[in-house]
């Protein structure tokens, strides 16, 4: 993928859903990657006891992976790919990517493919748990409940690079992964029982590429590891 500033950046902390119009290119192939916020009208309860709206920045990192302040139960990544020839059924993709969250982010996600805009379907046997919360506010109350979580995506370490194959289930000619934001507790925060649902810098998930980009766009070095969809074998 091609991390460009102009396309993927947006500043705006005001409610919103979808994208934000923002997306980054396939630097090979054709393809995009974006974010997507669920509903913004959810109103979180943060550690002074005061709510806020989620965030919706967007933006491009040091090291130029994307990242986003978000991950809330659903909120979304979305990498679509459209080939120069239809993908028959039964054909195996293999997906590669290096996925990092923050301190406060869920480490439980649900990845999914779609084919031609239809059905998502898991990557991946889903699992089943409950989360369970307490978590104090400076005020000295303290909120506590729990939800039940589906996922097939767990995040045991900040930053991990992951390899899935899957066998599309029909012929396409536009496919889709999704990559959703499924539990909300943070594993990595002081307290690991504490409910992800605060406006910070460490509540943040990230998709990262390959290289580094100088300010003119051109490469300047190797760093992190690639986002790719690759077919791997195609029926016949």
């Given at each position: ?166 066998t599309v289930s029909e012929d396409t000619e536009e496919l889709k992964i999704r990559m959703s934001a499924a539990g909300c507790l943070c594993p990595f925060s002081k307290t690991p029982t504490q409910k992800g649902d605060c406006i910070n810098n460490s509540l943040e998930s990230r ?30």
């Open positions: 993928m091609t991390v460009n500033e102009g396309t993927f950046t947006t500043e705006e902390a005001t409610p919103a859903t979808g994208n934000g119009g923002a997306y980054a290119n396939a630097s090979e192939g054709n393809g995009k990657i974006e974010f997507y916020y669920a509903d913004q009208t959810n109103v979180m309860v943060l550690a002074d006891g005061s709510s806020a709206y989620k965030g919706t920045s967007r933006a491009v990192g040091g090291n130029g992976d994307l990242y986003v302040k978000g991950g809330l139960a659903g909120d979304y990544w979305l990498v679509t790919v459209t080939p120069d020839k239809v993908i028959p059924a039964g054909s195996t993709i293999k997906f590669t990517f290096s996925f990092g969250i923050g301190n406060t982010t869920t480490d439980k996600w649900m990845l999914e493919y779609s084919c031609d805009g239809g059905e998502y379907l898991p990557v991946g046997e889903p699992q089943k748990t409950t989360d369970t919360w307490t978590q104090l506010f400076s005020t000295g109350e303290a909120s506590s409940g729990s939800m039940e979580v589906t996922y097939n995506y767990l995040v045991n370490k900040k930053y991990q690079l992951s390899e899935k194959q899957f998709f990262s590429p390959t290289v580094k980009y100088l300010e003119d766009g051109t490469a300047h070095e190797e760093s992190g590891h690639p986002i790719v969809l690759e077919i791997v074998s195609v029926a016949e």
